[in-house]
C-alpha cells in the first residue's frame, strides 16, 4: 500500500518523488508507517492530511479519531487481539453495517475477516494508523483489570491469604503464589505496563495499602491500588519469577524476569528493597520495541545531528555524551554504536548494568563488588584489540585517565559524564586530574541532553505568550522572530493530558581549534561557552526555544527542563 500511497500522494503534488523515495527506505528500516516517515521529514503536517486525501481517492470516509469519543460496547464487537493484529476500531453500528477505522481500506482479506468475526457488513472509513494504535490501547485497556481479578480472588474459596503478620513460612507463600487469580493479577499489572508503554513498575507498600504505579513518559501515574492483606503473595510471586529468595526479606535483592508479550521478548530488571512495612519492588521494563535506535527520531536539529554523525565516524577520540539521570544518554549511545556496528569493527562495551542485548556488540555487566569496575573492564579492552569503545560513566579519574589514552592510542572512545551542559565538561575532566592537554587533544565532541514531554500534536492549539515571558527566554534577538507557543487541550488519544510521548533537546559541542585553543589557555566554562555559540552551537535552551515554535512542547516544560 505505500508505494500505492506515495503515487497518489506525488499525483495529487502534495509531496515529490524524491520524499516519496525517503519516506519509503525510512518506512522500509523502520517500523513506521509511510505516513509516519512522511511526517518525520517534514513533506505533510500530518498523518490526518494524508488520510483524508487517499479516502477521497478511494472514495471512502476518513475519520479524526482523536475528536470523537466512542461506545465502548461498540468498539468491543471486535475482539482485542483482532482489533490489535489487524489494527482496525470499530466506530458506530448502523442496523447490521459496523463501521470501522482501519489504515487500509483496501485491503480485502482484513475486510472479510472482520466481517467473519462480527457477522455485520463492514463499511471501511480510513484514520491514521498512529491514531487508531492510541485508540485501541485506550478503549480496549481494561480499566478494572485490577478490580475484577482481586474480585475473582475474593471469590475464590481455594485461595488461602498470608501476610507478613501472620509469619508465613516458605511453603506457605509458595502455595499461595501458585494460585491461578494471584498469577493472573501479577501477569496484569506487567502486561497493562507494557502495553501501555510504560519504563517502569512501582510496587509500595504502606502502613494499609499497597500502591502501584507505572512511569510513562518520565512522570509517575498511579493505578489502581492492591488490598493489604495480598502483599506477601504478590511479592513474593514476583521475586520467585526473578528466581529470588522469597524467604529473606531483610536485604535488597535484584534479579530479572524475561517475558513473552505480543510476539516479543521483553527483559524486566528486578530491584527489591526492604521498607519498614514490607518490600518495595521497581520493575524495569526494557522493551526493544520501545528503544529509539533510529538517531533521526530522537529530536536532533538537522544541523546537530550531521555534527554529531561525523564525530562519531572518526577513527579515534573521545565523544561524550552528558546529562542527568533519565536524559536518554544511554539511548544516545546505543543509537550511535548501532550506527557503527559492521562486521569489520570490534564493539565492546562497559554497562552498569547492560540494559539491551545488541548482536555484534561484545557487552560487559560492571560488577563493582567483585572488582569488576569501569576502569578495570576498560584496561581489559585494551587486550581485546577493540577498534570501538563504550564506558557506561567516567566516575572518577582512573576511568577518565584510561578512556582518555585509549582515545590518544587509535581507539573511539564513547562515555558519559553527569554535568549539567556541555561546556562545563571541559573543566570536570581537568578537576579528575586529567592534564588540560590530553583533553584537548583526545575530545572530539561533547553533548548534553535533556529528555521533554512533548505536546499532543491531535489536540494542541496555539496560544499568546506574555512580554514577561518572551523576555525570560533569554536568548539571542534574532531567535525570537516569529516565536509562538502551543500548549495541549486534552483529548482521548492523550487522555485528556494534552501531552503524548517525549522529545529530545540537544547541546552539540564540537571540539573545534579555537575551543581546543581555550583549553589550552585553561579557558572558563563561560568563554568556551561563549566560543561554541559564536561558532553556531545551539544551547540546550535554544533548541528548546526551536522546539516551542514548532509546537512540540509548551513553555512550561521548557523553563522546567532548561536553563538560561
Known amino acids: 500500500m505505500s508505494s500505492e500511497l506515495g503515487a497518489i500522494l506525488v499525483k495529487a503534488s502534495k509531496i515529490t518523488e524524491e520524499q516519496m523515495k525517503r519516506a519509503l527506505e525510512s518506512s522500509g528500516k523502520t517500523d513506521d508507517s509511510f505516513e509516519a516517515c512522511l511526517v518525520q521529514i517534514g513533506a505533510i503536517q500530518s498523518e490526518d492530511e494524508v488520510a483524508s486525501l487517499i479516502g477521497k481517492h478511494l472514495k471512502v470516509g476518513a475519520l479524526r479519531l482523536g475528536d470523537i469519543e466512542l461506545n465502548p460496547e461498540i468498539v468491543k464487537l471486535i ?57 485501541i490501547e485506550s478503549y480496549y485497556k481494561d480499566t478494572n483489570a485490577f478490580s475484577e481479578v482481586l474480585k475473582g480472588m475474593e471469590d475464590d474459596p481455594d485461595l488461602e491469604v498470608v501476610s507478613e503478620d501472620d509469619a508465613p513460612t516458605e511453603s506457605d507463600l509458595m502455595s499461595a503464589i501458585q494460585d491461578k487469580p494471584l498469577v493472573k493479577l501479577v501477569d496484569s499489572i506487567i502486561g497493562d505496563a507494557i502495553r501501555g508503554g510504560a519504563s517502569d513498575i512501582h510496587l509500595e507498600c504502606y502502613e494499609k495499602r499497597i500502591r502501584v504505579r507505572y512511569r510513562v513518559d518520565g512522570e509517575l501515574k498511579e493505578m489502581t491500588p492492591l488490598p493489604y492483606k495480598y502483599r506477601a503473595a504478590i511479592i513474593s510471586r514476583m521475586k520467585i519469577m526473578a528466581e529470588l529468595d522469597i524467604s ?13 508479550i505480543g510476539g516479543r521478548t521483553v527483559d524486566l530488571r528486578v530491584s527489591v528493597l526492604p521498607t519498614i512495612f514490607g518490600e518495595k519492588v521497581v520493575m524495569r521494563i526494557l522493551d526493544p520495541m520501545a528503544l529509539k535506535v533510529d538517531m533521526t527520531k ?13 564525530k562519531i ?23 550511535s554504536l548501532l550506527q557503527l556496528n ?55 579519574g582512573e576511568t577518565a585517565e584510561i578512556a582518555i589514552r585509549a582515545a590518544l592510542t587509535g581507539h573511539l572512545v564513547f562515555s558519559t559524564l553527569h554535568t549539567n551542559d556541555a561546556p562545563s565538561s571541559i573543566n570536570r575532566l581537568i578537576d579528575m ?17 535533556r529528555m521533554m514531554k512533548k505536546l499532543c500534536q491531535a489536540c494542541k492549539v496555539e496560544v499568546n505568550l506574555t512580554k ?86 509548551d513553555y512550561d516544560e521548557l523553563v522546567s527542563a532548561t536553563s538560561t
Do not use: H
Open 79 to 135: 475482539p482485542m487481539d483482532i482489533a490489535r493484529k489487524f489494527k482496525v476500531i470499530a466506530v458506530a453500528k448502523q442496523a447490521k453495517t459496523l463501521i470501522v477505522a482501519i489504515s487500509d481500506p483496501n485491503n480485502i482479506y482484513v475486510l472479510d475477516a472482520l466481517k467473519f468475526i462480527t457477522g455485520s457488513t463492514i463499511q471501511p472509513v480510513i484514520s491514521p494508523e498512529k491514531a487508531i494504535e492510541k485508540a
Open 248 to 260: 529473606e526479606r531483610r536485604l535488597p535483592q535484584d534479579g530479572r524476569i524475561k517475558i513473552k
Open 298 to 310: 530522537l529530536g536532533f536539529r538537522q544541523e546537530d545531528l550531521s555534527k554529531f554523525e561525523e
Open 313 to 335: 565516524r572518526l577513527p579515534y577520540g573521545i565523544i561524550l555524551v552528558t546529562g542527568p539521570t533519565g536524559s536518554g544518554k544511554t539511548t544516545t549511545l546505543y543509537s
Open 342 to 396: 559492521t562486521e569489520n569493527v570490534n564493539i565492546m562495551t562497559a554497562e552498569d548494568p547492560v540494559e539491551f542485548n545488541f548482536d555484534g556488540i561484545n557487552q560487559v555487566a560492571v560488577r563493582a563488588s567483585i572488582g569488576m569496575t569501569f576502569a578495570s573492564a576498560l584496561r581489559s579492552f585494551l587486550r581485546q584489540d577493540p577498534d570501538i569503545i563504550m564506558v557506561g560513566e567516567i566516575r572518577d
Open 433 to 449: 586530574d586529567i592534564p588540560y592537554y590530553l583533553v584537548a587533544s583526545a575530545t572530539k565532541l561533547i553533548m548534553a541532553q
Open 468 to 553: 514577561e515571558q518572551v523576555e525570560n527566554l533569554k536568548i539571542p534577538p534574532e531567535l525570537l522572530k516569529g516565536i509562538r507557543a502551543f500548549e495541549g487541550k486534552g483529548c482521548n488519544e492523550c487522555n485528556n493530558t494534552g501531552k503524548a510521548g517525549r522529545t529530545g533537546i540537544f547541546e552539540v559541542m564540537p571540539i573545534t581549534p579555537k575551543i581546543e585553543a581555550l583549553i589550552l589557555n585553561r579557558g572558563t566554562d563561560v568563554e568556551i561557552r561563549e566560543a561554541a555559540v559564536s561558532e553556531g552551537m545551539f544551547t540546550l535552551r535554544m533548541c528548546a526555544v526551536e522546539k516551542l515554535k514548532n509546537g512540540d512542547i
